[in-house]
């Protein structure tokens, strides 16, 4: 107990020097107890018991109880330094288990969720592929959701959008395993070139996704909102909401006029996650995937050939272009991307056998174009066959290379360099249709000349020259034979003046029979009823002669 409390009650008959000093003792004693600190040296700490009288009057004057106005003040004490126990919580058993503890959207329930917990639940064939794709790419994406502090749902949203599928394509264009449109992917800097389409790469697409979405809740305020956005376009939606606002109707999901795919979309969402919450009601089995990193990034300083890659690496060009899929060519550029995927194992497999290899990295560089080519031209430039240079850059058949375009070559020796920065990023393949020329004859008209015939067939005066032997100002023969090289569509168009001829011809006998007045027309219906009979007359001979 504090000195205080063990002080006897007295009258008030103190006198004004006895009230200072009891007062400056008492004010001590309570500086002390509320400190617990020792006392001084010369004053060693005196052990009271709590049934423990009060000092003596001599040494220690008396002071007027203290009276609380509710419970009496507890006992002051040293507190402990042992914190209180705290509940762990065990490590999640695997992905799955971990996913279920962050999911944090309002659920939606209703006919729709109900109907696509039937598709999917009957369909286990086509979860298990699903989810087997899934494991390569699935702890990356919870990782990046739990550090920006996001619901857990959207880790499944690549399931309805893909399947987990990065090569997937939409009839709409839109790629990749979280299938952006390429207008909103080049929004979010997904490159999109001739050598590669980030849209298709894991981490890329997986940042502007997540970026995106995070931007769609920010403007509409609601998760379910948010994803029709994302699969309907922002404008689609506000558009709704507004239409809705106008109306005096409610804004949400549910209330909004939308097309079936978007109507349908959160209930997809919602059905793969009760499956994934509950696994067991469904009557699903889930395949096991670890809580653990699938690949392991690495960082590539110069250009390396995929097939080079993975032979350091032990694995197939098959599993690398698998946690790589947005690499096109056999080639990886260093200055377009540097960061490659392996699996956790293999990358340090990689990393050590790199450092003993002394032959060459890559056999592949881009070049671009200097004007506008054939593709064997470009083959006899390079020094490649034209069919291996139609086959690596996806060039077919009947088209010329315009200028500008970036190819993929073999390195040599005035072709040794890694692509550059501006290549990698913005490389483009420009085609053309390549014009199939043909050997044709022709005749020269009446007093004409190798200009006039050159332009009646749309070439030059010199080329057709340089064909014929002759000089730009020869003299020509009415009759004379001429070698031109037309493309093979003037064939038509050689044939085209004889027809009009022909026709000119049967206009103007038509229109001399017009002028001639009809023998036995004295009206106009006499008229037309003659004109009548001798058509019919006339096809009637040509009957009989055929």
């Not at 009258?11 to 006392?39: D, E, F, I, W, Y």
């Not at 709590?50 to 109880?65: D, F, H, M, N």
């Not at 392991?296 to 097939?307: A, G």
């Not at 020509?476 to 093979?488: D, E, F």
Request: glycine share 4%; net charge positive; charged share 25%.
């Amino acid at each position: 107990m504090t000195l205080l409390s063990s002080l006897p009650v007295r009258a008030l008959c103190c006198s004004a020097h006895s009230l200072k000093v009891l007062s400056s003792l008492g004010l001590a004693a309570l500086l002390t107890a509320c400190a617990s600190t020792p006392l001084p040296p010369h004053e060693p700490p005196q052990t009271q018991s709590p049934s423990a009288t009060a000092p003596s009057q001599a040494t220690v004057p008396q002071l007027p109880r203290v009276q609380t106005p509710h419970a009496p003040l507890s006992e002051i004490s040293i507190a402990s330094a042992t914190p209180p126990p705290v509940t762990m919580l065990a490590a999640p058993a695997d992905i799955w288990e971990r996913i279920r503890r962050g999911l944090a959207m309002q659920d939606l329930d209703g006919e729709l969720v109900r109907d696509r917990e039937q598709w999917y639940a009957s369909r286990p064939d086509y979860i298990q592929r699903m989810t087997e794709r899934s494991s390569r790419y699935l702890f990356h994406i919870v990782e990046e959701i739990e550090r920006r502090n996001l619901p857990m749902e959207l880790a499944l949203l690549p399931f309805i959008e893909s399947a987990f599928n990065p090569q997937a394509v939409s009839s709409a264009r839109a790629a990749g395993m979280w299938q952006f449109m390429p207008a909103t992917g080049q929004s979010f800097d997904l490159k999109q070139n001739v050598f590669r389409d980030d849209r298709r790469d894991v981490l890329a697409s997986t940042r502007a996704a997540l970026d995106y979405l995070e931007q769609l809740h920010a403007r509409f305020g609601d998760w379910h909102l948010a994803l029709a956005a994302y699969n309907w376009g922002q404008g689609n939606v506000n558009r709704a909401i507004t239409r809705n606002q106008r109306e005096g109707r409610p804004t949400g999901y549910t209330d909004l006029n939308m097309p079936l795919e978007t109507r349908m979309y959160v209930p997809k969402l919602q059905a793969v996650e009760n499956i994934v919450a509950r696994p067991e009601v469904f009557g699903t089995v889930l395949p096991s995937i670890g809580n653990h990193p699938f690949f392991d990034t690495l960082t590539i300083e110069r250009d390396m050939d995929v097939s080079l890659i993975a032979s350091l690496a032990g694995i197939s060009e098959r599993d690398f272009r698998t946690l790589n899929p947005s690499i096109k060519q056999p080639l990886v550029m260093a200055a377009g991307t540097p960061n490659i995927l392996l699996p956790w194992d293999n990358a340090k497999v990689f990393e050590e056998k790199l450092k003993t290899y002394n032959g060459p990295l890559a056999s592949w560089t881009a070049w671009v174009a200097p004007s506008t080519m054939s593709v064997s031209d470009v083959a006899k430039r390079v020094g490649m066959r034209e069919s291996e240079l139609r086959s690596v850059n996806n060039i077919p058949p009947r088209m010329k290379v315009r200028a500008g375009s970036s190819l993929l070559v073999h390195r040599n020796g005035a072709r040794d360099r890694d692509v550059s920065e501006f290549v990698a990023d913005n490389a483009q393949l420009s085609l053309a249709p390549e014009v199939v020329l043909r050997r044709t004859v022709v005749r020269a008209r009446k007093g004409d000349t190798l200009a006039r015939v050159a332009q009646r067939y749309r070439v030059s005066t010199v080329s057709v020259a340089g064909w014929n032997g002759l000089s730009v100002n020869a003299k020509l023969k009415s009759g004379q034979r001429l070698t031109l090289m037309l493309p093979k569509s003037v064939r038509v168009a050689e044939r085209a003046p004889a027809r009009s001829a022909k026709a000119g011809k049967a206009t103007r006998s038509k229109q001399a029979s017009a002028k001639k007045p009809a023998r036995s027309a004295k009206v106009t219906k006499g008229k037309q009823k003659s004109v009548r009979v001798a058509s019919e007359e006339r096809s009637s001979r040509k009957t009989t002669k055929r």
